[in-house]
């Protein structure tokens, strides 16, 4: 029986990614039918384009702070989304949707709770849930959260633990292939720096001090995720200090990877900010984690995330202020030097992974989805 879809989240990696992973699992079945309700402006959109689902735009931004005449602006423009986001629920009429929450998210949730004919399933990514599934998540028929410690702020019966959906690859890419499609030696230490789909500007100046460093005089490899915003900035200051830093194969330099799942499984160390879904691939991906989380993220829940993973002694923390090349330098020459205290990190790290959290969310998904049948 043909069913229709509507995914939905966006704006950053944390929110599309696991909404991809649960969009590319439906589309499996040729009867289902996937729409991507997103904005237009924002990273979703490409992504779902290159996917090929048919893409229902929405213009939406993030919630201002404070009450202003921008506050006043978002508003209006909020409005105007849910009441095209109802105009898209009369249109296709889908049998469910699946939020992953955030701004972009809100307009046809909020149309959906109003309309009150469409079921939806929230999914969370954070140790401290977002505005949008904490406030939507009454009416959701289902709530699925990455951490048992989110469960105490949202207000649901059917509230599951299912960690955040991955893409299958990180089951089955082994870490020898990733680096040989990489173009990495397999023997040697190979780090990974990532600030995840936005990047990282103070990692970003840090790490690039001590590239030439690591490479000419400790022989290791690196991959390096600047960011698109960042990129121009690292590679020109990185020309200052080593201006043959193209022609050394330790070294990759990046704006942005289509495909972080290789990245990261052929990685040994990563550095990284704490977002939920870059946590749920380390996990994934049996790497040592360096977590410096981003200190304005709302609600602070970055560094919520990374204190529990710390709590859990499964990786190295630091706060965004103490992320100086010097800093850096230290803590990777003694991973480097403690081969033991890498493969501790790699353990515990990967204790903390659910490879069946897909799984176990497309089981939700279809009960949700039968829920008008």
């Known amino acids: 029986m043909s069913k229709r879809f509507f995914i939905t989240g966006g704006g950053t990696g944390g929110h599309i990614y696991p909404a ?22 924002n990273l979703e959109y490409s992504i779902a384009m290159k996917k090929g689902y048919k893409f229902l735009p929405v213009k939406v931004k993030g ?22 986001s109802c105009y898209y629920l009369w249109k296709y ?41 904490r406030k939507l998540s009454k009416k959701a028929k289902v709530v699925s959260l990455a951490f048992e410690g989110a469960k105490k702020f949202i207000k649901n019966r059917n509230c599951y633990i299912n960690g955040n959906p991955l893409r299958p690859e990180f089951k089955t890419l082994d870490r020898d292939s990733a680096r040989e499609s990489l173009g990495f030696d397999k023997d040697r230490l190979l780090i990974c ?9 103070s990692i970003d100046k840090a790490f690039v ?7 000419q005089v400790h022989n290791v490899q690196m991959i390096f995720q600047t960011g698109q915003k960042n990129y121009e900035a690292v590679t020109d200051r990185l020309c200052k200090l080593y201006k043959d830093y193209t022609k050394d194969k330790n070294i990759m330099v990046r704006p942005y990877f289509e495909d972080m799942i290789t990245v990261v499984k052929a990685s040994d160390i990563v550095i990284s900010r704490a977002g939920s879904l870059s946590l749920s691939e380390i996990f994934a991906s049996d790497v040592a984690p360096i977590l410096i989380p981003y200190p304005y993220a709302a609600a602070d829940h970055q560094r919520k ?11 190295i923390y630091l706060e965004d202020s103490e992320a100086d090349p010097n800093v850096l330098l230290k803590i990777l ?35 949700v989805s039968k829920y008008n049948d």
Not at 24 to 41: A, C, Q
Not at 125 to 133: K, L, N
Not at 209 to 215: G, N
Request: with cysteine; glycine share 6%; aromatic share 6%.
């Open 333 to 367: 020459l003694d991973l480097k030097n403690n081969p033991e205290k890498i493969a501790n990190l790699k353990r515990k790290s990967s204790q903390l992974a659910k490879p069946d959290a897909l799984e176990n969310i497309m089981e939700l998904v279809d009960r």
């Open 193 to 201: 720096v990532m600030g995840g789909s936005q990047g990282s500007k």
């Open 63 to 84: 919630m201002p702070r404070k009450l202003s005449l921008n506050f006043i602006m978002w508003g209006f423009q909020l409005l105007f989304a849910v009441i095209k």
């Open 305 to 315: 995330n990374a204190k529990f993973v710390q709590e859990n002694d499964a990786c």
């Open 20 to 41: 991809i992973a649960v969009a590319d699992e439906l589309i499996k079945n040729p009867d289902n039918v996937v729409y991507y309700v997103g904005n237009p402006d």
């Open 93 to 133: 009429k889908p049998h469910m949707i699946f939020g992953t929450g955030g701004y972009v998210s809100a307009p046809v949730l909020i149309a959906a709770s109003v309309l009150k004919k469409t079921p939806y399933m929230l999914h969370d990514c954070d140790m401290q849930p977002g505005i949008v599934t």
């Open 209 to 215: 001090e001590i590239i030439k460093e690591l490479s």
